[in-house]
């Protein structure tokens, strides 16, 4: 019998602790594809944040280095400076990057700094319970934000990825999802090609993955998913947002 | 061995960092420190494999280390007071996660911004962990430009022999004295033993993890006396502190960095006028010469700690002492400079209230 479907070989043989329906699991999977497919895992090391995927380092079998909170791009900096020959890539939810870790990820990229970054946007604090994030749409309803996002109480979503498309520094930066067979391969597709652009030393990479949080959205998986394609992309878009490596097969 | 050098102690810790096989180095803009940033750009820049940034943030700075450590890379950062508290978090997490680094504190006058002027400020802070959870980092107080050359040799090789941060604490005073120095000869960083922990990508080998995360209490609580011990050993190993003209003398001044090296003058003026004073001088604030200064109270009965702040290192010396002496306390806070002759009036006054001319 032909196997067509097996754990990637740099995902540990570990149950994920992640919630029915979250995308963080199928994003694991994407990046650990990614690498066995550029065949890079033993220059390898990843960043892990704080947040849901604080244990990813009992996922991945690769050398990772816990980074504190919010702390990841300044981590994976000066991993990637001792070792410019080897690929760094960091792994951080919303609240990690874009509340607490803003300065050290726009300076990262503003920098160019050669590293590649996987940004899990499910627009709230997951692993705290479902609190506001600074990517927390407008009326979305969250365990700090009673009646919903309110732009005069609370600010508005914050559009980190197109602030880091700005900086000189920053190569390639695309937002995805993995909401749908379809999403999912062109998030593989995105991973790939920012870790290609590492590869090629052309510079900084990040790829924003809006993923399902079905606990704290208080919704159905499957309802989750929907909730991405029907509310969260108009604040959200899928697109490429910046591009400036073009095809680097 | 170096020829003779005249020059500025930050830049003494610098050039001495770099001999000592420090390969990164991150900071940010802070007086009165930054000789010691600039001096770091421009030998990294001369060097092949010697890595500088200046961050966007004392916190950046302190977390950048924290990579390029994991990666084995001897690293450095620098840094004064205000600047220190935000590194307090890296700080904790390379404790934590059993990483070495080297951490320059030029203590200025404080709290708050406070200003630029030499204190000693910090004492607390350096010595009790300064940031979260139950960790010491190892302390070291140099008092002159040899010693800063010769104690940032040794804080890199305690960094590494005992995987901990390690923090060298001066004041803009140490850091902008000009003295002549004596350098090391300089380390090749290939020469370093090899790290059999670090993280450089998993080839021909399981992969590793680098982290502080120990949800399992039992696994957390076996962590913290792990640590704990490591401090018990680096207690034994490195606690090392210089006496002074205290063989027959029946008061012992206590300081250490600036504030030693303003009471030794002090103490040569009050020995001319006949009185039997000495001075302790801790190199390492923590581990603290407890057991010296125990060894000592056998036989002196007054302690006066001199410290440019309102008193830190007392509570260490009280500590020590277990009550067999009376302590006495001449502080200094804000950034002010004490002259030697102002120290010699106190101690000579102390000494003539506790009739110790009678002994």
Same mark, same amino acid.
């Given at each position: 019998?032909?196997?067509?479907?097996?754990?990637?070989?740099?995902?540990?043989?570990?149950?994920?602790?992640?919630?029915?329906?979250?995308?963080?699991?199928?994003?694991?999977?994407?990046?650990?594809?990614?690498?066995?497919?550029?065949?890079? +895992?033993?220059?390898?090391?990843?960043?892990?944040? +704080?947040?849901? +995927?604080?244990?990813?380092?009992?996922?991945?079998?690769?050398?990772?280095?816990?980074?504190?909170?919010?702390? &990841?791009?300044?981590?994976?900096?000066?991993?990637?400076?001792?070792?410019?020959?080897?690929?760094?890539?960091?792994?951080?939810?919303?609240?990690?990057?874009?509340?607490?870790?803003?300065?050290?990820?726009?300076?990262?990229?503003?920098?160019?700094?050669?590293?590649?970054?996987?940004?899990?946007?499910?627009?709230?604090?997951?692993?705290?319970?479902?609190?506001?994030?600074?990517?927390?749409?407008? &009326?979305?309803?969250?365990?700090?934000?009673?009646?919903?996002?309110?732009?005069?109480?609370?600010?508005?979503?914050?559009?980190?990825?197109?602030?880091?498309?700005?900086?000189?520094?920053?190569?390639?930066?695309?937002?995805?999802?993995?909401?749908?067979?379809?999403?999912?391969?062109?998030?593989?597709? +995105?991973?790939?090609?920012?870790?290609?652009?590492?590869?090629?030393?052309?510079?900084?990479?990040?790829?924003?993955?809006? #993923?399902?949080?079905?606990?704290?959205?208080?919704?159905?998986?499957?309802?989750?998913?929907?909730?991405?394609? @029907?509310?969260?992309?108009?604040?959200?878009?899928?697109?490429?947002?910046?591009?400036?490596?073009?095809?680097?097969? | 061995?170096?020829?003779?050098?005249?020059?500025?102690?930050?830049?003494?810790?610098?050039?001495?960092?770099?001999?000592?096989?420090?390969?990164?180095?991150?900071?940010?803009?802070?007086?009165?420190?930054?000789?010691?940033?600039?001096?770091? *750009?421009?030998?990294?820049?001369?060097?092949?494999?010697?890595?500088?940034?200046?961050?966007?943030?004392?916190?950046? *700075?302190?977390?950048?280390?924290?990579?390029?450590?994991?990666?084995?890379?001897?690293?450095?950062?620098?840094? #004064?007071?205000?600047?220190?508290?935000?590194?307090?978090?890296?700080?904790?997490?390379?404790?934590?996660?059993?990483?070495?680094?080297?951490?320059?504190?030029?203590?200025?006058?404080?709290?708050?911004?406070?200003?630029?002027?030499?204190?000693?400020?910090?004492?607390?802070?350096?010595?009790?962990?300064?940031?979260?959870?139950?960790?010491? #980092?190892?302390?070291?107080?140099?008092?002159?430009?040899?010693?800063?050359?010769?104690?940032?040799?040794?804080?890199?090789?305690?960094?590494?022999?005992?995987?901990?941060? /390690?923090?060298?604490?001066?004041?803009?005073?140490?850091?902008?004295?000009? @003295?002549?120095?004596?350098?090391?000869?300089?380390?090749?960083?290939?020469?370093?033993?090899?790290?059999?922990?670090?993280?450089?990508?998993?080839?021909?080998?399981?992969?590793?993890?680098?982290?502080?995360?120990?949800?399992?209490?039992?696994?957390?609580?076996?962590?913290?006396?792990?640590?704990?011990?490591?401090?018990?050993?680096?207690?034994?190993?490195?606690?090392?502190? @210089?006496?002074?003209?205290?063989?027959?003398?029946?008061?012992?001044?206590?300081?250490?960095?600036?504030?030693?090296?303003?009471?030794?003058? *002090? !103490?040569?003026?009050?020995?001319?006028?006949?009185?039997?004073?000495?001075?302790?001088?801790? !190199?390492?604030?923590?581990?603290?010469?407890?057991?010296?200064?125990?060894?000592?109270?056998?036989?002196?009965?007054?302690?006066? /700690?001199?410290?440019?702040?309102?008193?830190?290192?007392?509570?260490?010396?009280?500590?020590?002492?277990?009550?067999?002496?009376?302590?006495?306390?001449?502080?200094?806070?804000?950034?002010?400079?004490?002259?030697?002759?102002?120290?010699?009036?106190?101690?000579?006054?102390?000494?003539?209230?506790?009739?110790?001319?009678?002994?």
């Amino acid at each position: 019998m032909k196997q067509i479907f097996q754990r990637p070989k740099y995902l540990k043989d570990a149950v994920f602790h992640y919630c029915p329906g979250c995308g963080h699991s199928i994003i694991h999977r994407l990046v650990a594809e990614v690498i066995e497919e550029l065949d890079i +895992a033993e220059k390898t090391i990843g960043v892990p944040p +704080a947040g849901c +995927a604080v244990l990813a380092y009992d996922y991945f079998d690769l050398d990772m280095c816990e980074a504190p909170h919010g702390r &990841g791009a300044a981590v994976a900096t000066g991993v990637k400076r001792a070792l410019p020959d080897r690929i760094v890539f960091s792994y951080q939810g919303d609240g990690d990057i874009a509340a607490i870790g803003t300065a050290e990820t726009i300076h990262a990229a503003n920098r160019g700094e050669n590293i590649t970054i996987i940004f899990v946007n499910n627009s709230c604090y997951g692993m705290t319970g479902g609190q506001m994030a600074p990517t927390t749409i407008l &009326g979305q309803n969250s365990s700090t934000t009673p009646g919903g996002r309110d732009s005069l109480r609370d600010g508005t979503p914050i559009d980190l990825s197109e602030m880091l498309a700005i900086t000189k520094g920053s190569v390639y930066i695309e937002r995805t999802s993995v909401n749908s067979p379809k999403n999912i391969r062109k998030t593989k597709k +995105a991973i790939k090609k920012a870790f290609k652009i590492q590869m090629a030393g052309l510079g900084f990479s990040l790829i924003e993955v809006l #993923s399902p949080c079905p606990t704290n959205w208080k919704l159905s998986p499957v309802d989750a998913c929907k909730w991405i394609d @029907e509310t969260i992309v108009k604040t959200y878009p899928m697109k490429v947002i910046k591009d400036e490596a073009g095809n680097i097969d | 061995m170096s020829e003779k050098q005249l020059m500025r102690g930050s830049q003494v810790i610098a050039e001495a960092a770099i001999r000592a096989g420090c390969r990164f180095y991150a900071g940010y803009p802070i007086t009165p420190q930054n000789e010691m940033t600039e001096y770091m *750009a421009n030998a990294m820049a001369e060097l092949s494999d010697g890595t500088f940034i200046q961050a966007e943030s004392e916190i950046a *700075a302190i977390n950048m280390v924290l990579g390029a450590s994991t990666a084995g890379v001897r690293s450095m950062t620098s840094s #004064s007071s205000p600047g220190l508290s935000l590194k307090q978090e890296g700080i904790s997490f390379l404790a934590a996660s059993e990483l070495p680094a080297v951490i320059v504190n030029t203590m200025r006058g404080g709290p708050g911004l406070g200003n630029i002027a030499p204190s000693q400020g910090d004492y607390f802070q350096a010595t009790r962990g300064g940031g979260h959870g139950d960790y010491r #980092s190892i302390v070291l107080a140099p008092a002159s430009g040899q010693e800063q050359a010769d104690l940032t040799r040794k804080a890199f090789e305690y960094a590494d022999k005992y995987r901990t941060p /390690v923090l060298i604490l001066v004041d803009g005073m140490m850091g902008q004295m000009m @003295e002549p120095v004596i350098f090391p000869d300089p380390i090749d960083a290939l020469d370093l033993p090899p790290k059999p922990w670090i993280l450089d990508g998993a080839k021909g080998r399981p992969s590793r993890i680098i982290k502080s995360l120990i949800l399992n209490t039992r696994e957390m609580e076996d962590h913290n006396w792990k640590l704990a011990r490591k401090y018990e050993n680096i207690a034994r190993e490195i606690t090392t502190a @210089e006496s002074y003209l205290t063989e027959d003398a029946n008061m012992v001044v206590i300081a250490y960095g600036t504030a030693a090296r303003i009471a030794k003058g *002090a !103490i040569k003026r009050v020995r001319e006028m006949g009185l039997k004073v000495g001075l302790f001088r801790p !190199i390492t604030l923590y581990p603290f010469p407890s057991k010296e200064l125990l060894e000592m109270s056998r036989v002196v009965k007054h302690f006066l /700690v001199f410290e440019m702040n309102t008193g830190q290192m007392i509570e260490d010396v009280r500590l020590s002492l277990e009550g067999r002496s009376t302590i006495h306390f001449y502080g200094r806070p804000g950034g002010i400079i004490s002259t030697p002759d102002e120290i010699s009036k106190e101690i000579s006054s102390i000494y003539y209230r506790q009739h110790l001319e009678e002994e």
